[in-house]
C-alpha cells in the first residue's frame, strides 16, 4: 500500500501553559508560512478571545506548515478534560500527537487525559520538552516522568520507544540534547517527518470524508472540517451525506477548502489524508460521512463522553431582570444554547417542568462556564443554578465521577490542604516532597467534591499552591456529605444602595462581596456570614445625622477591601437554595426565594421532608 510522503497529520497535546501555541507560532514563523512584514499576534492559535484571556485552548483548530516539499497538519487539541468532546474527534483526524512536557514541571493532570485517548487510538507519539531554559529545568527526571506515564497509560513498547527533542519556545531554540539549542525548528520538523506515519494514498478508492468540526460563514452556511479518509473529492462533485439517523442527502459540493498556516485557502480538489472544509449543505453535522452516491458508506461516529456535571439556566426574574441585558426570555436563551449544541458535542441542553428552565449538561465546570461567558457578552441575561454532578448506575451500582488532583505547595501549607481534602472525601494516592520545601500531593476526590475547592485553596495556601485536576473515571457513590460550603451568607434585608456605614456596621459579621454604591435588593447575597448560619443584614442603613461635625466624620473611616469574584467563583460558590445572576455587566448571587419568611417557611418544609426520610 503506497503512503503519501507529501503530508504528515499531527495533534500537538499539553498541559495549559506549558508552551504549546507559543511553539507553533515558533514553527510557523520558521517555515516562513508567515512574509516577514505580515503582522501576526502572539499566540496566534488563541482565536478566541476567552482563549487569550486565559491563555488556555478551548477550540479544537487546524494549522497547515509547509515544510521543505511536504506539508505538516497540526491540531491544536485543548488540554482540558473539560473539552473532551473536541479531543476526541481531533484525534481521529491524526496519525500521530506531538506531547509538549514543561522541562521543569513535568507531566500534569491534563497532559494525562489526552495523552490516554491518543494511546488508546494506537497514535505514535514524539516529545519536546519545553521551556529547557528554564534555571530549574531538569530535563532527564521529566523524560523518566513521561515514560512512566507512558507505561501507566497503557502505551505499547512502540509507543514506549518515543523520540524526543528538548526546546524553549520563548526563543525559538530547539536541539537534539539539552545543552545543544540552536536557532532553528529544524529538529522538531524532522522529529515529526521522520517519526509520525504518512497517511495510506488510496485516492483510487471511493470517497469516505468526516466531518470533525463545524464551522460557519454567512455567505457560505455551515461549513464542515474534516479529514478525506480515503478517494478524492472535486469542487461541483455530486456526493451523498450519510446522516447520523440513517437518513441520506445528496448534494452537490459547492466550495473546498485547503489550510495554510492560519488561513483558508479555496482549492479545487482534495486527496486521502488532506484536511479540508467543505460547503454546499446547510445541516451538515460532526460525525457524518461523505461519500459518493453510489457508494454510500458511513463510517463510525466517534463515542464521545458523556457529560459529568449540570446546571440549571434560568430566566432572570430578580427585581433587576431586563435591566443590563439585551436578550432575556426563555424563547431566546433556549436558540442560543441549541445553537450552541450544533457545534459542541459534549453538551446537553434538556427542558424542565418549568418553561423558563433548562437543564445544561457539560463536561465540568470551566466547559459550562465558558458558554456563560460567552452568552453575557453578547448580552444574555439568565441565572443559573448550583452545579450537580450526573451520577450513573454501573453494573446496578450507583457511580459517580471522580477526579484525578494534582497538587504543589509550599510544605507549610500541606497540613491544611490535607484536611480540606479529607473533608471532600479524597483518597491520596502520591506524596513527594522535592527538598526544596514543595511537596506534590496527588489524591482521587468525588468530582461534587471539588465544586468550590479552587477559591478556599488558593486561600489556604496563601496563593503559592498549584492545582490541577482531571476526569479519572466512575466509582462507587461516596455516602455522606462531601465538601460543601461551611459558612453561611449575609442576605440584604432590602432593596436600595448598600451604604459605607450599613458596610462598616457588618464588617465583624464576615466578608463583604459589594462596595458602597451598589446597587442591592431584598434576597441578594452581600457577603460571608463567619458562621454556618444566614444571617438577613441591613447594608443599606444610612447613618442618621444630628449635626454637620457627625456627617462629615463618616467620610474619613475606612472600610476592609471587599471580595469581588469572577464567574466561575460566584459558580462553585452556590449552595442549592442559592442562584447567579448573570448579566452582560454584572454577576450576583441571590437567594431563590428572595423574601425572609419565605425562605424560613421553605428551610422548615425541607426539614420536615428530610425528617420524614
Not at 499576534?41 to 485552548?57: C, F, Q, V
Not at 492545582?467 to 455522606?480: I, S
Not at 458562621?531 to 472600610?559: G, P
Amino acid at each position: 500500500m503506497q503512503h503519501r510522503n507529501d503530508i504528515r497529520n499531527i495533534a500537538i497535546i499539553a498541559h495549559v501553559d506549558h508552551g504549546k501555541t507559543t511553539l507553533v507560532d515558533q514553527m510557523l514563523h520558521y517555515s516562513g508560512t508567515f512574509r516577514d512584514n505580515e503582522h501576526v499576534d502572539e499566540r496566534a492559535m488563541d482565536s478566541n478571545d476567552l482563549e487569550k484571556e486565559r491563555g488556555i485552548t478551548i477550540l479544537a483548530k487546524n494549522t497547515a506548515i509547509n515544510y521543505n516539499d511536504a506539508r505538516i497538519n497540526i491540531l491544536d487539541t485543548p488540554g482540558h478534560a473539560d473539552f473532551g468532546g473536541e479531543v476526541e474527534r481531533i484525534l481521529k483526524m491524526v496519525d500521530g500527537v506531538l506531547l509538549v512536557v514543561d522541562a521543569y514541571e513535568g507531566c500534569m493532570p491534563q497532559t494525562r487525559f489526552v495523552l490516554k485517548k491518543a494511546l488508546e487510538q494506537k497514535l505514535t507519539p514524539v516529545v519536546v520538552l519545553n521551556k529547557i531554559d528554564r534555571p530549574n529545568a531538569r530535563p532527564g527526571e521529566v523524560i523518566d516522568e513521561v515514560l512512566d506515564l507512558f507505561i501507566e497509560l497503557g502505551a505499547d513498547d512502540e509507543q514506549l520507544e518515543f523520540p524526543v527533542v528538548y526546546a524553549s519556545a520563548l526563543n525559538g531554540t530547539s536541539g537534539d540534547e539539552p545543552e545543544e539549542q540552536n536557532d532553528t525548528m529544524d529538529p522538531i520538523f524532522k522529529l515529526i517527518m521522520n517519526n509520525i506515519p504518512a497517511p495510506l494514498d488510496t485516492k483510487e478508492e471511493p470517497l469516505q470524508f468526516q466531518v470533525t468540526l463545524l464551522d460557519y460563514n454567512d455567505y457560505l452556511g455551515r461549513i464542515g472540517v474534516g479529514r478525506v479518509f480515503r478517494g478524492s473529492i472535486k469542487v461541483g462533485q455530486q456526493v451523498s451525506l450519510m446522516k447520523k439517523d440513517g437518513s441520506v442527502k445528496n448534494f452537490r459540493v459547492s466550495k473546498l477548502f485547503g489550510f495554510i498556516g492560519l488561513k483558508r485557502i479555496e482549492i479545487q480538489e482534495a486527496k486521502a489524508g488532506d484536511i479540508i472544509a467543505l460547503a454546499g449543505l446547510e445541516d451538515i453535522n460532526v460525525g457524518e460521512t461523505v461519500c459518493p452516491p453510489d457508494n454510500q458508506e458511513a463510517m463510525e461516529i466517534p463515542r464521545i463522553d458523556e457529560p459529568t456535571l449540570q446546571m440549571t439556566f434560568v430566566v432572570n426574574n430578580s427585581p433587576f431582570a431586563g435591566r443590563e441585558g439585551k436578550y432575556v426570555t426563555s424563547r431566546q436563551i433556549e436558540e442560543r444554547l441549541l445553537t450552541q449544541l450544533e457545534t459542541d458535542v459534549s453538551l446537553r441542553v434538556e427542558p424542565t417542568d418549568s418553561p423558563d428552565a433548562f437543564t445544561v449538561s457539560g463536561r465540568g465546570e470551566l466547559h459550562l462556564s465558558i458558554l456563560v461567558e460567552n452568552m453575557r457578552r453578547e448580552g444574555f441575561e439568565l441565572q443559573l443554578s448550583k452545579p450537580k454532578v450526573i451520577l450513573k448506575e454501573i453494573d446496578g451500582q450507583v457511580c459517580e465521577p471522580v477526579e484525578r488532583v494534582q497538587i504543589d505547595t509550599p510544605e507549610e501549607y500541606q497540613g491544611g490542604v490535607m484536611e480540606s481534602i479529607g473533608y471532600r472525601k479524597g483518597e491520596m494516592q502520591d506524596m513527594v516532597n522535592d527538598g526544596n520545601g514543595q511537596v506534590r500531593l496527588e489524591f482521587l476526590v468525588p468530582s461534587r467534591g471539588l465544586i468550590g475547592y479552587s477559591t478556599e485553596f488558593m486561600t489556604q495556601t496563601r496563593g503559592y499552591g498549584i492545582l490541577n485536576h482531571t476526569f479519572d473515571g466512575y466509582a462507587p457513590l461516596t455516602k455522606g456529605q462531601v465538601g460543601g460550603r461551611r459558612e453561611g451568607v449575609l442576605v440584604s434585608l432590602d432593596k436600595g444602595k448598600a451604604s459605607t456605614y450599613g458596610i462598616m456596621n457588618l464588617e465583624d459579621r464576615g466578608t463583604i462581596f459589594v462596595e458602597p454604591g451598589t446597587e442591592v435588593y431584598e434576597g441578594m447575597i452581600v457577603g460571608e456570614h463567619n458562621r454556618e448560619n444566614d444571617l438577613t443584614v441591613n447594608i443599606t442603613k444610612e447613618k442618621h445625622l444630628t449635626n454637620v461635625r457627625s456627617a462629615n466624620k463618616d467620610t474619613t473611616n475606612t472600610i476592609k477591601k471587599t471580595r469581588k469574584m469572577t464567574l466561575e467563583e460566584a459558580i462553585e460558590y452556590l449552595d442549592d437554595d442559592e442562584y447567579c445572576e448573570v448579566t452582560p455587566e454584572n454577576v450576583r448571587l441571590r437567594k431563590k426565594y428572595l423574601n425572609k419568611n419565605e425562605r424560613e417557611k421553605m428551610a422548615k418544609q425541607k426539614k420536615l421532608q428530610n425528617a420524614d426520610i
